[in-house]
């Protein structure tokens, strides 16, 4: 027998990669943890320890939709949507859902270092009166029944913050394509299960959905706290981690995103706004994320083209296939769908790098037509 090939070599070290997060302990490819509701509740449930906020831009169209769903979740429930400087009529339209049942704060203007998120989040915080908030995103629905399971779980297990991760809207084909996979690929960076530990090591949320205790909050020094962050629901769980609070994440079909993504082009812009920030800016990192996902997704493809390394090629492609199932069936697509990971992984890849050039060109971050200049820490990246 010959000396092996650079490429099946490297086939085989792409099939123990993918035999590794097959075999982990803590199953970052299964759907899980979760939390679903059996079948709408009997009777409207007592929300009113609950205050949801819901910072909204340009959120006219989809607001219906989010705040006749809140309505249906119980009796109490008071609800604060915080127009976040709005071209359209997103104030008015929140105004005339909510009546007497709920407020709308016109946003003032944003400080600088804050993101615009976190700013209206912040003015609503100070109207504040119950010992649970609710941080709601205007293009979340609920299904009748979610929010009270999510506050009986937080209060029965002695939760200080849970967050569920919405299930992506999948209409088109890029949707369906990509959409899955951007909670896959969330679930091998922040495991779920480790970060739903003790360990302050690691700490995760989904910023669609964050119940957590008012006092909490107060405690981290609120959402001045993170104001600058851009990843913020997993800044915001690390920090209260870091003050001993209790925190749980999970996935959940009862809680569902209107966001559309129809073109690729949406897709990219959405991985793009975060993924060199969750690199650090650094290009060393950078470089091993590439070279890891080289390995991961374009190794075994091109290893089947070559007969000495098709076997390591076809077990690496069946494996990460495999991991992959879990998630795709758990949202409703075809199990075909989870022999496309090659393709979705390297297109990931291509938006991380778009993100990094981004960023190199001074462009900073872009959401809802702001743009945020890239930190001073960023400049000095190694």
Same mark, same amino acid.
């Given at each position: 027998?010959?000396? @092996?090939?650079?490429?099946?070599?490297? &086939?085989?070290?792409?099939?123990?990669?993918?035999?590794?997060?097959?075999?982990?302990? @803590?199953?970052?490819?299964?759907?899980?943890?979760?939390?679903?509701?059996?079948?709408?509740? /009997?009777?409207?449930?007592?929300?009113?320890?609950?205050?949801?906020?819901?910072?909204?831009?340009?959120?006219?169209?989809?607001?219906?939709?989010?705040?006749?769903?809140?309505?249906?979740?119980?009796?109490?429930?008071?609800?604060?949507?915080?127009?976040?400087?709005?071209?359209?009529?997103?104030?008015?339209?929140?105004?005339?859902?909510?009546?007497?049942?709920?407020?709308?704060?016109?946003?003032?203007? /944003?400080?600088?270092?804050?993101?615009? /998120?976190?700013?209206?989040?912040?003015?609503?915080?100070?109207?504040?009166?119950?010992?649970?908030?609710?941080?709601?995103?205007?293009?979340?629905?609920?299904?009748?029944?979610?929010?009270?399971?999510?506050?009986?779980?937080?209060?029965?297990?002695?939760?200080?913050?849970?967050?569920?991760?919405?299930?992506?809207?999948?209409?088109?084909? @890029?949707?369906?394509?990509?959409?899955?996979?951007?909670?896959?690929?969330?679930?091998?960076?922040?495991?779920?299960?480790?970060?739903?530990?003790?360990?302050?090591?690691?700490?995760?949320?989904?910023?669609?959905?964050?119940?957590?205790?008012?006092?909490?909050?107060?405690?981290?020094?609120?959402?001045?706290?993170?104001?600058?962050?851009?990843?913020?629901?997993?800044?915001?769980?690390?920090?209260?981690?870091?003050?001993?609070?209790?925190?749980?994440?999970?996935?959940?079909?009862?809680?569902?995103?209107?966001?559309?993504?129809?073109?690729?082009?949406?897709?990219?812009?959405?991985?793009?706004?975060?993924?060199?920030?969750?690199?650090?800016?650094?290009?060393?990192?950078?470089?091993?994320?590439?070279?890891?996902?080289?390995?991961?997704?374009?190794?075994?493809?091109?290893?089947?083209?070559?007969?000495?390394?098709?076997?390591?090629?076809?077990? &690496?492609?069946?494996?990460?296939?495999?991991?992959?199932?879990?998630?795709?069936?758990?949202?409703?697509?075809?199990?075909?769908?989870?022999?496309?990971?090659?393709?979705?992984?390297?297109?990931?890849?291509?938006?991380? @790098?778009?993100?990094?050039?981004?960023?190199?060109?001074?462009?900073?971050?872009?959401?809802?037509?702001?743009?945020?200049?890239?930190?001073? &820490? &960023?400049?000095?990246?190694?």
């Amino acid at each position: 027998m010959g000396s @092996w090939t650079l490429l099946e070599a490297a &086939a085989w070290s792409a099939a123990g990669l993918w035999f590794v997060v097959l075999l982990l302990p @803590w199953l970052p490819w299964w759907p899980g943890p979760r939390l679903e509701v059996a079948g709408a509740p /009997k009777e409207a449930p007592c929300l009113d320890g609950i205050t949801v906020l819901i910072p909204a831009r340009d959120e006219a169209a989809g607001l219906p939709a989010v705040l006749q769903a809140l309505r249906a979740q119980g009796q109490g429930l008071r609800v604060v949507v915080i127009d976040d400087d709005s071209s359209d009529d997103t104030a008015e339209v929140a105004r005339r859902l909510l009546g007497g049942e709920g407020c709308v704060l016109r946003g003032a203007v /944003k400080p600088p270092g804050w993101s615009g /998120k976190l700013w209206a989040l912040e003015q609503g915080r100070r109207l504040v009166e119950t010992p649970w908030i609710l941080l709601l995103d205007a293009d979340i629905v609920l299904r009748p029944g979610l929010l009270d399971a999510a506050y009986r779980k937080a209060r029965a297990e002695g939760l200080d913050l849970l967050s569920l991760m919405a299930t992506p809207r999948q209409v088109g084909f @890029w949707e369906r394509l990509l959409m899955p996979a951007f909670v896959y690929f969330f679930k091998l960076l922040y495991p779920f299960r480790i970060s739903n530990s003790r360990w302050a090591g690691m700490a995760a949320a989904a910023g669609g959905f964050v119940l957590l205790r008012a006092g909490l909050l107060e405690c981290i020094g609120g959402f001045g706290a993170l104001r600058g962050a851009l990843i913020d629901d997993c800044t915001l769980a690390r920090l209260c981690k870091r003050h001993g609070a209790r925190t749980w994440v999970g996935l959940s079909r009862d809680v569902r995103s209107l966001r559309r993504a129809d073109a690729l082009a949406a897709i990219r812009d959405m991985v793009a706004r975060t993924a060199f920030t969750q690199l650090g800016y650094s290009r060393t990192w950078l470089g091993l994320c590439t070279v890891l996902m080289v390995l991961a997704f374009v190794v075994p493809l091109a290893g089947l083209w070559d007969p000495r390394a098709a076997v390591p090629g076809t077990l &690496a492609w069946a494996s990460m296939s495999l991991s992959y199932l879990p998630t795709v069936v758990y949202y409703g697509r075809s199990p075909l769908w989870a022999l496309l990971l090659p393709a979705i992984g390297i297109l990931y890849l291509w938006m991380t @790098w778009v993100s990094a050039l981004r960023h190199w060109r001074g462009q900073g971050a872009g959401w809802r037509g702001r743009h945020y200049a890239r930190p001073d &820490a &960023a400049r000095r990246s190694g």
